[in-house]
């Protein structure tokens, strides 16, 4: 069959993409911006996968689930990550963040790998709303996870890294904070990989204007409110970036200018540059990207 024919071929692309992955290199810091110690990652503990929850209230427009993996019983707190895929808002699915999410796990983190709401059925802000909740049900369960509610982090790739972006600048306070933000939704720290920064870089395609509900000149106003970059103030949180240097979906100036905003605030920020590599590439071969990424956290927020 054609179909199978073309999967194969990409899952065969796929694999030498990754043995060729390890040969030359294939990363940088950006200038600046001193690397991370891989060394600050812990050794891997064991964590436990409870079935698929629904993490919103019962009058949520759509039952929205996520997937909670705990760390081994400690004595203390815990930070947690709130994980979020991709898609362009419109598709996808917490399989992707999978890896991430037990890479985390076994740093000691416990994870809420999530889903939410889809455009263009559900348009900007209702994706925020959705993370909103998430954090509102993280702060219910943790006490029974045992979970420091000021040690919660925040991970994504392309339009996860954008929602968890505006989550951390724009959730808990402003007009985005309403009707479900407040100081539950505040986040310790970032790792943001392939962001979409500024949604008013983009021409009118078809994603954006399926998220916001219109072109630019239609909704100039949300298209900037919906853009992580313009909501940067000296109250951000720490961000760790990577991004691929050929990324022509989301081209790298949406990282190094981002990264430049959160520098000029003061913010610790890192942007780990992964050259030669586009915006799937960047996710799909993000080996040291995202391991340095959780070093970045560990050090904010120190797990135990």
Not at 92 to 114: C, S
């Amino acid at each position: 069959m054609p179909e199978l024919t073309g999967i194969r071929r990409l899952l065969s692309l796929s694999a030498l993409a990754l043995l060729l992955s390890g040969c030359g290199a294939t990363h940088q810091v950006s200038q600046g911006a001193p690397a991370i110690e891989q060394s600050a990652l812990k050794d891997t503990q064991p964590f436990t996968r409870l079935d698929p929850q629904r993490y919103t209230p019962d009058d949520w427009p759509e039952a929205l689930s996520a997937t909670v993996l705990l760390p081994s019983h400690s004595d203390t707190l815990r930070p947690a990550a709130l994980v979020v895929h991709g898609g362009g808002w419109r598709n996808r699915g917490p399989e992707d963040m999978e890896g991430i999410a037990e890479q985390l796990a076994g740093q000691g983190y416990v994870t809420v790998n999530i889903e939410h709401r889809f455009a263009p059925d559900y348009r900007f802000p209702a994706q925020l709303h959705d993370l909103q909740q998430a954090m509102a049900w993280i702060h219910e369960n943790a006490g029974a996870w045992q979970v420091d509610t000021d040690r919660i982090v925040g991970v994504g790739f392309s339009s996860g890294a954008h929602l968890v972006s505006l989550l951390a600048l724009a959730g808990s306070e402003g007009p985005l904070a309403e009707p479900y933000g407040g100081e539950h939704a505040r986040l310790a720290a970032v790792v943001a990989g392939g962001l979409p920064s500024d949604l008013l870089k983009f021409n009118d395609g078809r994603l954006v204007i399926d998220f916001i509900g219109g072109t630019r000149a239609e909704q100039p106003d949300a298209y900037a409110l919906a853009s992580p970059a313009r909501q940067i103030t000296a109250n951000a949180p720490p961000f760790f970036l990577f991004h691929g240097s050929w990324d022509q979906l989301v081209p790298v100036d949406h990282a190094t200018d981002f990264y430049a905003a959160l520098q000029a605030q003061g913010i610790p920020s890192e942007l780990y540059l992964q050259r030669g590599r586009g915006h799937f590439a960047s996710f799909l071969l993000r080996g040291s990207a995202i391991e340095a990424g959780i070093a970045f956290l560990n050090q904010q927020v120190q797990p135990e």
